[in-house]
């Protein structure tokens, strides 16, 4: 089974920030890789698809990158209301979703 | 608007067994392939099992944790997708979402969850 890797695991930024979280997958995935936002007591969200695609309707500051084995999320400006966990997700044809284990950001 | 709202959840002894129900709107559900996630208390998400549309032959597949204790049902004509589990552990012990996907590889809309609690 191919396993997902995230660091941090939490993380303190200020307003305005430029804010990347990593994903590591344990062999190549191609760019099967996705990225969910959860806030506090709230059903997560698709932010962005195959690696670097943006679902309709979320803010550009939000975006991904990568390929092969390594993948990152980025805020290139942190806001208040992007308080929240955020999962890198792999999916392959057995087929098997395989969550990472969530990045918590917190505001500084 | 998509809707998923889940209900069934509650409080069940280990061994015992719990329907989970899912009605879903605002979106072609008879087309659409369904999946189960769950989040155990302050712990993160693992998948349950997805269901096929019954035009792409409505095949059910699930992760290991649950495979032959938990089974999947869909009834398009009630747009309602169902969560059976049975044989249950206290580490079953979680929120259990209903998902819609828009695309094989994500998990596009999300319901509310519901608490399923595994104690004696």
């Known amino acids: 089974d191919i396993q997902m890797t995230q660091s941090p695991s939490s993380l303190s930024a200020s307003v305005g920030d430029r804010v990347t979280i990593t994903c590591q997958a344990s062999?190549?995935?191609?760019?099967?890789l996705n990225w969910y936002q959860q806030k506090a007591g709230k059903a997560p969200e698709l932010l962005i698809y195959d690696t670097s695609n943006l679902k309709t309707g979320v803010p550009s500051r939000f975006s991904g990158s990568g390929s092969g084995t390594v993948f990152t999320f980025t805020v290139s400006s942190l806001q208040p209301e992007d308080i929240a966990t955020y999962y890198c997700q792999h999916y392959d044809n057995l087929p098997s979703y395989t969550f990472g284990q969530g990045t918590t950001l917190e505001i500084k | 608007e998509v809707q998923l709202v889940e209900s069934g959840g509650g409080l069940v002894k280990p061994g015992g067994s719990l329907r989970l129900s899912c009605a879903a709107s605002g979106f072609g559900f008879s087309g659409t392939w369904m999946s189960w996630v769950r989040q155990a208390p302050g712990k993160g998400l693992e998948w349950v099992g997805r269901m096929k549309s019954k035009a792409s032959g409505g095949t059910i597949d699930c992760g290991a944790p649950v495979k032959g204790r938990f089974t999947m049902s869909r009834d398009d004509e009630k747009n309602t997708l169902y969560l059976q589990m049975n044989s249950l552990k206290t580490e079953d012990t979680a929120v259990y979402y209903c998902v819609a996907q828009t695309r094989a590889g994500t998990f596009d809309f999300w319901g509310q969850g519901a608490l399923v609690t595994v104690s004696s």
């Open positions: 062999q190549d995935i191609n760019k099967n």
